[in-house]
């Protein structure tokens, strides 16, 4: 079944752990992105990238980090600096970043604070 | 900077009876628009996007210039239309700007 796989479905992180969600495509984009989703704020970008080994801050970068060694892999870290990581994350890729391509979403990890 | 408004959290319909979501926008140039929606357990998918000018699902929208919408309308809800509908606009590259997002609920 091909598209967008991201794990944990659901995550427990305690005070001053970092976590790290998996997404992994294997549609052979090249963009890949990452939101979070909170109640009545829609989806927020946190970071993204266009291709390999280049990746850039979106709106709300603070407290998290990402890497994109691998074209199909594109993990985001959730470090301890992040306040308020309680969120609904969510992973997606396009083709490419141009204005029209439409992304593709996998089903989102859920992240609570113990 | 761009974006993107739902005035409505919530819409309730009767099945049959049209709907309408609207969608505002805030962008200098010309913006790519895009409806998104999510069905109860499952992901995100693209319901339509305005540069294919196509109807999905009985679905249409079309881009409004002068009032900077982009509504969302179907002329006969049904029950499956249930759902969370996310307007969108992409700007300068592919960055997504999203709204908040409705969630529409069809009564029988």
């Known amino acids: 079944d091909g598209g967008i796989t991201q794990s944990p479905k659901y995550l427990f992180r305690k005070e001053g752990q970092n976590v790290t969600l998996s997404c992994e495509q294997n549609l052979n984009h090249d963009a890949m992105y990452w939101y979070r989703q909170d109640p009545g704020q829609g989806l927020r970008l946190i970071y993204y990238s266009q291709i390999v080994n280049d990746f850039q801050k979106g709106d709300i970068a603070e407290g998290y980090s990402v890497s994109r060694e691998k074209k199909e892999s594109f993990p985001l870290t959730v470090t301890s600096a992040q306040k308020n990581p309680t969120a609904f994350y969510l992973c997606?890729?396009?083709?490419?970043?141009?204005?029209?391509?439409?992304?593709?979403f996998g089903d989102g990890t859920r992240l609570s604070i113990l | 900077a761009q974006r993107v408004t739902q005035p409505e959290k919530l819409l309730s319909v009767f099945k049959g009876a049209p709907v309408e979501l609207k969608c505002n926008y805030s962008?200098?140039?010309?913006?790519?628009l895009f409806w998104y929606v999510q069905y109860s357990r499952q992901r995100l998918q693209l319901l339509l996007r305005h540069i294919s000018r196509e109807s999905i699902k009985g679905f249409t929208a079309d881009l409004n210039k002068g009032e900077t919408s982009f509504h969302l309308k179907k002329p006969f809800a049904q029950e499956e239309d249930s759902a969370m509908y996310y307007c969108?606009?992409?700007?300068?590259?592919?960055?997504?700007?999203f709204g908040a997002g409705t969630q529409v609920v069809v009564t029988p």
């Open positions: 962008y200098s140039g010309s913006p790519e």
């Open positions: 969108a606009l992409t700007g300068s590259w592919g960055k997504l700007q």
């Open positions: 997606a890729s396009s083709m490419g970043s141009g204005r029209d391509q439409p992304q593709h």
